[in-house]
Antibody, heavy 119, light 105 residues
């Protein structure tokens, strides 16, 4: 079945970077995009960006431009989200989701990765 | 940026009730809208896409309507498994509503 498996929880200090992985299975990785969405405690879902599984093209939310890098490795069917210059407000659950380039809904989600930023 | 506003923020209802949640966009998004259900500690689950298309496997008691700037999610007869938080999302620029928590009355 189609699934996205994310890496485990992370604890980071302010100013550090975190890299979260999302391994896809059950479908052709290169025919969809992988999007990243985060949810801070008690807050709404927040879109961060996407990577095209085929050509690696990316698009980022303006809010995270310059701090987030989304990549993919087609040989491993895996997408990655790296967030730098972490601050306490980045404490959140980070989800990957299968979507489309340009526009579209998310039919498949990973289970989420908790990132805690604390000194 | 397109802002999405849901109402109400919290809704108390009983099993068997008809429930309606509204989502408003700050500008027209045609029918580029999805609805998700989220339970505590879980990832969101897609219910509706293109404003009114039911995702495969989702019970038919869920329905969506609307276009332009105003949309609704309706649960025709609330079931125990439906107590959760519901989010709308416009997928022009991907912003979400603030969520509507459906609680047991």
């Amino acid at each position: 079945q189609v699934q996205l498996v994310q890496s485990g929880a992370e604890v980071k200090k302010p100013g550090a970077s975190v890299k979260v992985s999302c391994k896809a299975s059950g479908y052709t990785f290169t025919t969809y995009a992988i999007h990243w969405v985060r949810q801070a405690p008690g807050q709404r879902l927040e879109w961060m960006g996407w990577v095209n599984g085929g050509d690696g093209h990316t698009k980022y939310s303006q809010k995270f431009q310059g701090r987030v890098t989304i990549t993919r490795d087609t040989s491993a069917n895996t997408a990655y989200m790296e967030l730098s210059s972490l601050r306490s407000e980045d404490t959140a659950v980070y989800y990957c989701a299968r979507g489309f380039t340009g526009s579209g809904w998310y039919g498949v989600w990973g289970k989420g990765t908790t990132v805690t930023v604390s000194s | 940026d397109i802002q999405m506003t849901q109402s109400p923020s919290t809704l108390s209802a009983s099993v068997g009730d008809r429930v309606t949640i509204t989502c408003r966009a700050s500008q027209s998004i045609s029918n580029w809208l999805a609805w998700y259900q989220q339970k505590p500690g879980r990832a969101p689950k897609l219910l509706i896409y293109k404003a009114s298309s039911l995702e495969s496997g989702v019970p038919s008691r869920f329905s969506g309507s609307g276009s332009g700037t105003e949309f609704t999610l309706t649960i025709s007869s609330l079931q125990p498994d439906d107590f959760a938080t519901y989010y709308c999302q416009q997928y022009n620029s991907y912003s979400f509503g603030q969520g509507t928590k459906v609680e047991i009355k």
